[in-house]
């Protein structure tokens, strides 16, 4: 009987997760031109990273009866009729360029913000999310195949190959100013680029080559850590970002063949490993546990040192954390937590419920906080400590849409029948599973 309960009581606990994340994607929008917020401060610019989690987030809320079907058809095609329209050139106040759009948006005019660059993988999640939206919305009506022709349209004008910059790894991005140009960091080293790599290795109109992506896979470092072998990447929404859209149980490239495993399957490792990581707790904290763990790129409270139980402690504010070599002030990420749901419920749904206990859902609108450190004195909430002011589109996307693909699949099912990102897993050297 007590097992029933347990069960009644996380799922009723997941289910409002994530209907108050999704929440944010119908508040935090600009309903003129669909733009959604990057974070919830004041005069703050929207991302278009956010955008595509809202593109994505949408299907997800007419089968969860979050939203109707024809609302959500709406608000889809506002966005895509913007960024359709939208300038796309080498001004310095351009949306986009060459298919590309600027990381920040001011949510007004779409114009770019804060002489942000034109990223790559911003864009990336940005056309996924489009892609998402066609699948779901294939309808007989105009509006539904409007949806998908401007979504093709979309895809279609991303000149891939350009943000390569003449060398073998993908670039971060470009500037438009005369001094400035391509960024000097490129895509390697396993990251969140993945999701990057095969759509533009799938792309019908400027695809890069297989070799790119045989050139970034030469930069994975694959490590043993805890007994646990897998390919390495610190922060844990790296072993999470591409997996919103892809599902890879039992598809396997050249790289994951060697090692007899799949990404899905080292995205389990990634999270038993920062549940170990919590376990042991090297670092002596206070909270840190096998019920309390999720360290990534997030917020925090610092910049601040302050001498805590006699030991000097450094915190930091937005940072990419990462396990086991840092850097790591305390803070975690219950959102990041969550967004490993379909990898390791075994694990997941235990800290989740803990973090209920600690009374992080504290009084808000959107779910989870951001971040939180129960090290940091000072805050109203003894259990939790410092709580981030903030929620963000890119963590309240993956809470929706990792709860909804532990759930039915829904996501992963759509871009299955993706034909462009199904040419990228194959022209990447993907087989087996579903591919077959």
Known sequence: MKVGVEQEEHTELLRQLQKHSFDYFTHEVNPANGLILDKTE????????????????????????????EEAVERVLTTLRFFATSEQSTAVDATGCRGFYYHFLHMGSGK??????????????????????????????????????????LYERVEWDWMLAGEETLCHGWRPEADAGFLAYRWEGYDEALILYLLALGSPTHPIGPGAYAAWCRTYEWKTIYDIDYLYAGPLFIHQLSHVWIDFRGIRDAFMRDRKSDYFENSRRATQVQQEYGARNPLGLSHLSKVCWGITASDGPGPATRKIAGVERVFFDYLARGVPYGPDDGTIAPWAVVASLPFAPDIVVPTVMNFRRMRVPLANPYGFKASINPMFAGADNEAVGWVSRFHFGINEGPTVLMIENHRSGLVWALMRRCGPLVAGLRAAGFSGGWLE
Do not use: H, K, N
């Open 112 to 153: 770019r913000a804060w002489c942000s660059e034109l990223s790559s993988i911003d864009t990336a999640i940005f056309i996924a999310g489009a892609l998402a939206a066609a699948a779901y919305f294939d309808g007989a009506t105009d509006q539904e195949g409007e949806i998908r022709s401007l979504a093709s349209m």
């Open 42 to 69: 004041e005069d703050w610019p929207a991302s278009i990273a956010a955008v595509g989690m809202a593109l994505t987030a949408y299907p997800v809320g007419v089968e969860r009866r979050f939203i109707g079907r």
